[in-house]
């Protein structure tokens, strides 16, 4: 049944929205972000800093936004004299304490408070130059976090977060008055495999993720929408770059598979988006070695050892390759008597207690469920050893296991592995923060990524270059012919393989869908 709809007005807008809703969620369906401290979407309402005062016709003060339901006919005024005063004093009220630190924070420039004065605060503080302003010590509350109490403003989404979703509750309010600030429990420690979210949720640089300490000012960094491939959960992040590095890993809100959230395991895992070691060009086996050369030979010769396999080949693959390129490599084979199988890499899961089906799972790969719908076995084993009899072995981004064969190798990869050096060629490909694709998440979600940063070299991703290779190997079908882009590539695994019929990057956008 749908939802009974409210109609309001907001700042002269009308909103039709379902019954129940709170003003403030309402008016950001009017175009207007009412300022706000205390609420945030993930976390119960708390209506403790005010910063969301509104005024409401017939209500006889100023009303709170996150804690007041829509009613049929309200008008809401969030630009009036009273509701722009209530808040002016509000901010007046919170930056008594507040340390001059703008210059020296790892907020500022995405700091809630400074926005928001500079929106709408006082020019300058009616305070006496010689207030001395409450001081506590900087805290360590914890492996990623750290705790500057002077910048607080004490708005709980910290507390609540551990109480009410991670289910740990280690922190409270200490003290009271203009003495209070956040503290910790004597024995416990910020150590939730999901506690690094108290850094996103803090509006001010009062946590601090030591990881992001002085690496960038909030202004030099390029944002680029990503899938984590920490696991199989398929979190949706950002990836933040500076200067063609990847330097920070955030969550980005999607209310189907991880809400506000990711887990500490996620937000850490990037570091070998930046590797130096990287393959800068098409590798070929001449006279015993391997030497560089350009993409057209390569794909020759990968394209002869192909043809001339005549029998049995074997695809070595990594669930954390991109649908496409897995599509693509399948596409490559067709035609021989293939098999294809990929190692899933096993931890320990750790649910986000206070969301259903959250959790960093155990199976720690992106995209398992996209290579099995591709028909892609969980047989690492068994492929293993028929790649010992195959007369063509291709291996995307392997695990660092040897491979025995008395046929080709073929290795398609970012870096080259001690134990890919006995390979005929060697073909290197952009890594996920360097290209567009999809992963399928376990619940079977396809979630598109985006490009966030260029990838060293002649280094291209890899559904690009299976493709060139199934087009030079000239078959046609389903994967047939030259594409040139990720979305072109998408649009053909969708018009050839039936779990992914009816999909296109249109339909998925930032969201994604199920396949
Ligand atoms: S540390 Fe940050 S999130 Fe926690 S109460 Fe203070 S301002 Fe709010
Ligand atoms: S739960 Fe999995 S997908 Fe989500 S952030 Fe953690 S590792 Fe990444
Ligand atoms: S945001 Fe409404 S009272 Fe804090």
Redesign the pocket.
Known sequence: MPDELVTLTIDGVPVSVPKGMLVIEAAKQAGVLVPHYCYHPGLPVAGLCRMCLVEIEKAPKLQIACATQVAEGMVVRTQSPQAKSGRMGVLELLLINHPLDCPICDQAGECELQDFTFQEGRPATRYSPDYAKRFNPVEDFGPDVLYVPNRCILCTRCVRFMEDVAKEPVLNVSERGDRAYIGIHPEGRLDHPWAGNVVDLCPVGSLLSKDFLHKARAWELDKAASI?T??S???N?TLDTRENVVVRVRPRPNLDV?RYF??D???M?YRWMNRGDRIEAPLVRRDGDLHATDWDEAFALVASLVRGAGGKAVALVSPRASTEALFYARELLRGQEWSGAFQVVMGEEAPLAGVPNL???AERA?NARGAELLGYSRDYAAALAAAETAAVVLVLDEPDIAVNTAGALIYVGTVLPERARDARAVLPIANVAEEEGTFVNRDGRAQRYFQAKSAPGMARPAWWVFSELVATLGEQGGGGGRVATAAEAFDRLAASVEAFRGLSYQRLGFAGASV
């Open positions: 984590c920490g696991c959960q398929g979190c992040v991880n990711v887990c395991h996620g937000r895992n959790a960093l799972r992106p």
